[in-house]
């Protein structure tokens, strides 16, 4: 009987999850740089919370949420993203009563039942951050930096950062009659899902895939075209800062985010090799939402980069590490020897592998060629008796004879297998 995996869950096996450390390395250490220090939340949350950040119109609360009522009635969910989560965090805590500025990043899975295709999973990671307790364009800029500075350190090219901003409380619903007039005034065009969703959620229209909408609705009124004052002064000041800093972000009016939380500056970043699912990140300003889940009046802004989705992008590197050594012994005395180097040459921070189980030596070497290691220490019973390893360098080519005592200490073997190295860079 097989047991696979559930569609939409996938492993991440060794080969891959080194490209995972490694970005997971480089966005701490560009966090680290910008004083954004890490928060980890519960996979699980009450669905309101959800209902209530996201918004019961999106297709995320609508359709794809993990629910499931827990044994005393409660309606629970599987996260679909981190935003909601770390701010119920934020007003669970009474964090602003401690610091007026909060700087948190997450990493983790991440839930959604969505159809699952290349680069779309239904459980997937994301790596974000949250700035919240600002609500000044500087805030947005030093977000987008802190964006283009891990894309940076990640060495992925390509990728481009499209931005846009959707008003405000105050200037988006009028905005919003416009658009809806719009749209009925184009019915029969739109696909049945921008039909049924026109009234409610209009922005929508916007970022439909659909060809007949897209043509339809080619020469929409944009919400740039009425924002108030502030936020188009909001999203000028956004804009000139990176100008400052000599980033060209790209204006993309289409941008309208699939959660309901946003207000004022949005953004996508968008990897033009990935096909349908070529976001690879998005974030934005969401200045209601720590209000609405109980919190002080105060804004915040933040995004999330989908890891799968960087994965893909990656330039291709050796980001795996080879063990240096590679210990053969023949034998079960030189098994108990290899056993007892090992683990001084661990404790001395040497990274080694070792073969038993009374293999030949042919199989051995098969093995220790494909680790990698650039020295393979060869115990048979010879060695253990004139207690000295043979060491094969796989680098050189070269064997050198009963070249390292067993006796030596775990620092001694690491000086001993330098020399031999530094031999053979000599005498190449
Ligand atoms: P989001 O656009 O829903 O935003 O997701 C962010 C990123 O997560 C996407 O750009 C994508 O790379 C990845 N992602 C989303 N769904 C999937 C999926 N089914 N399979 C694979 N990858 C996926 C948010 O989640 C917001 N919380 C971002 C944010 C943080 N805004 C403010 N702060």
Same mark, same amino acid.
């Given at each position: ?36 220090? #890490? ?5 699980? #949350? ?56 909060? %700087?948190?990043?997450?990493? /983790? ?64 619903? @009028? ?33 439909? %895939? ?12 944009? =919400? ?14 956004? @804009? ?34 990935? /096909? ?59 098994? =108990?020897?290899? =056993? ?24 051995? =070497? ?63």
């Amino acid at each position: 009987m097989k047991f696979p995996s559930v569609k939409g869950f996938r492993d991440v096996l060794p080969d891959e999850s080194a490209r995972w450390s490694w970005i997971e390395q480089q966005a701490r250490a560009v966090f680290q740089r910008y004083n954004v220090t #890490e928060i980890r939340v519960p996979i699980v #949350e009450r669905t309101s919370l959800f209902t209530r950040s996201i918004g019961d119109t999106t297709d995320i609360v609508e359709k794809e949420m993990y629910t499931f009522l827990d044994r005393d009635g409660t309606s629970l969910s599987l996260r679909p993203e981190g935003t909601a989560s770390v701010v119920r965090a934020y007003v669970e805590h009474a964090v602003a009563q401690r610091e007026p500025v909060s %700087k948190w990043f997450y990493l /983790g899975p991440m839930f959604r039942r969505e159809r699952p295709q290349r680069g779309r999973l239904r459980q997937f990671s994301q790596i974000g951050i949250e700035v919240i307790g600002r609500d000044d364009a500087a805030a947005d800029a030093e977000v987008l930096l802190l964006l283009y500075d891990l894309l940076e350190s990640l060495r992925v090219s390509g990728v481009e950062v499209q931005i846009n901003s959707l008003g405000c409380p105050k200037c988006r619903p @009028r905005y919003r009659e416009i658009l809806t007039a719009y749209g009925r005034a184009r019915h029969e065009q739109l696909c049945e899902n921008c039909q049924r969703r026109l009234e409610r959620n209009p922005f929508r229209l916007l970022d439909c %895939k659909t060809p007949s909408c897209q043509q339809a609705t080619a020469d929409a009124p944009t =919400m740039l075209d009425h924002l108030c004052a502030e936020c188009a002064e909001h999203f000028a000041a956004v @804009r000139a800062i990176l100008a400052r800093e000599q980033i060209e972000a790209s204006v993309n009016p289409r941008i309208v985010r699939g959660l309901d939380y946003y207000n004022r500056t949005a953004f996508e970043v968008l990897a033009p090799g990935l /096909g349908a699912q070529n976001a690879i990140g998005a974030g934005g300003r969401y200045d209601g939402l720590v209000k609405d889940l109980g919190g002080p009046d105060i804004g915040g802004v933040g995004f999330a980069l989908g890891v799968e989705r960087l994965v893909m992008v990656l330039p291709e590197m050796e980001v795996g590490h080879l063990p240096e050594v590679f210990i053969c012994p023949l034998g079960t005395a030189a098994e =108990m020897e290899a =056993m007892h180097l090992a683990h001084r040459m661990r404790r001395e921070d040497m990274r080694v592998e070792i073969d038993a189980g009374s293999k030949s030596l042919k199989s051995q =070497m098969r093995r220790a060629d494909r680790s990698g290691a650039r020295y393979v220490l060869i115990i048979g019973e010879e060695e253990v008796v004139e207690q000295a390893a043979t060491v094969r360098d796989m680098v050189a080519k070269r064997d050198h004879p009963k070249a390292i005592p067993l006796a030596l200490s775990g620092s001694e073997l690491r000086t001993a297998l330098a020399r031999l190295g530094e031999q053979a860079a000599a005498s190449a």
